[in-house]
């Protein structure tokens, strides 16, 4: 099916939302164990250095920057900014953009 | 439409604001979070920072604001998919269902996060 990249770029909002709405729990449960004490502190940056751990958590973080960048757009035309067919594109277009630059540098982050 | 009774703020007007207002929240946040972490934190910085009275505020009010924002949200989704016309009568009591485990799941994660806070 060929649909324009506005309708991908809105659809990964909300897949990427229902995402989040799981990966949070993660991260909640990262902060009770950052936050507890210094042994789970500890066993935490341990678990923290396995390769799958770091790809869910690098899976979560790409959710929340494409949710964010997405979410900022939804903001930006709210105020009537980009309301047209060529700014819809190339919102799309920015955001798909910001959106792999930012989960590269969460990559870079977490290795 | 039975829907309305289920959203947020019973009005569609309000649930939009309601929605952009929590997001801002939750993206000051999680940037918070990650300029706090920066290239690594021990755990007695990770600790002091928590014990400040204004991150326990910004974190109350960061998980208030995923409650009702994953609600607003939640709720977008599920009146969108799971309805009568999309799947008959069946659809209504699915996303009733899927409705309640979510909000199950928001009350989880709002009680969790305050008994981090303050434990
Ligand atoms: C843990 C955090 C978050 C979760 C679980 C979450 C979840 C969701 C969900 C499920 C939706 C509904 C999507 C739809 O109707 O298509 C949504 C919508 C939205 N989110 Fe988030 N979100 C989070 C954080 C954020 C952040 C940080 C922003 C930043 C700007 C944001 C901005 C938005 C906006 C503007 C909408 C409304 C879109 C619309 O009206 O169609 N969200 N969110």
């Given at each position: 099916?060929?649909l324009p990249?506005?309708?991908?770029?809105?659809?990964?909002?909300?897949?990427?939302?229902?995402?989040?709405?799981?990966g949070?729990?993660?991260?909640?449960?990262?902060?009770?164990?950052s936050?507890?004490?210094p042994?789970?502190?500890?066993?935490?940056?341990?678990?923290?250095?396995?390769v799958?751990v770091?790809l869910?958590l690098w899976a979560?973080?790409?959710?929340?920057?494409?949710?964010?960048?997405?979410?900022?757009?939804?903001l930006?035309?709210?105020?009537?900014?980009?309301?047209?067919?060529?700014?819809?594109?190339m919102?799309?277009?920015?955001v798909?953009?910001?959106?792999?630059?930012l989960?590269?540098?969460?990559?870079?982050?977490?290795? | 439409?039975?829907?309305?009774?289920t959203?947020?703020?019973?009005?569609?007007?309000?649930?939009?604001?309601?929605?952009?207002?929590?997001?801002?929240?939750?993206?000051?946040?999680f940037?918070?979070?990650g300029?706090?972490?920066?290239?690594?934190?021990?755990?007695?910085?990770?600790?002091?920072?928590?014990?400040?009275?204004?991150?326990?505020?910004f974190?109350?009010?960061?998980?208030?604001?995923?409650?009702?924002?994953?609600w607003?949200?939640?709720?977008?989704?599920?009146?969108?998919?799971?309805?009568?016309?999309?799947?008959?009568?069946k659809?209504?009591?699915?996303?009733?269902?899927?409705?309640?485990?979510?909000?199950?799941?928001?009350?989880?994660?709002?009680?969790?996060?305050?008994?981090?806070?303050?434990?």
């Amino acid at each position: 099916m060929k649909l324009p990249i506005t309708a991908y770029a809105s659809i990964t909002h909300r897949v990427s939302g229902v995402f989040l709405f799981v990966g949070v729990g993660l991260l909640i449960w990262m902060l009770d164990a950052s936050l507890s004490s210094p042994e789970s502190f500890a066993s935490l940056t341990n678990t923290l250095t396995s390769v799958p751990v770091k790809l869910l958590l690098w899976a979560v973080l790409a959710g929340a920057a494409y949710h964010s960048v997405a979410g900022i757009k939804h903001l930006i035309m709210d105020f009537g900014i980009g309301e047209s067919l060529e700014g819809g594109v190339m919102g799309a277009r920015i955001v798909i953009a910001s959106a792999v630059v930012l989960t590269l540098l969460a990559g870079a982050w977490i290795w | 439409m039975v829907t309305a009774v289920t959203s947020f703020g019973r009005s569609g007007l309000s649930d939009w604001l309601v929605q952009r207002v929590s997001a801002v929240i939750l993206l000051a946040y999680f940037i918070t979070l990650g300029v706090s972490i920066g290239d690594g934190v021990t755990y007695a910085e990770w600790k002091a920072l928590f014990e400040q009275t204004w991150m326990r505020v910004f974190s109350v009010m960061a998980v208030l604001s995923l409650a009702a924002h994953a609600w607003i949200g939640i709720w977008a989704v599920l009146t969108d998919y799971l309805t009568e016309r999309m799947m008959g009568a069946k659809g209504n009591v699915l996303r009733f269902v899927c409705q309640i485990l979510s909000s199950l799941a928001i009350f989880v994660y709002v009680i969790w996060t305050i008994q981090i806070l303050w434990s």
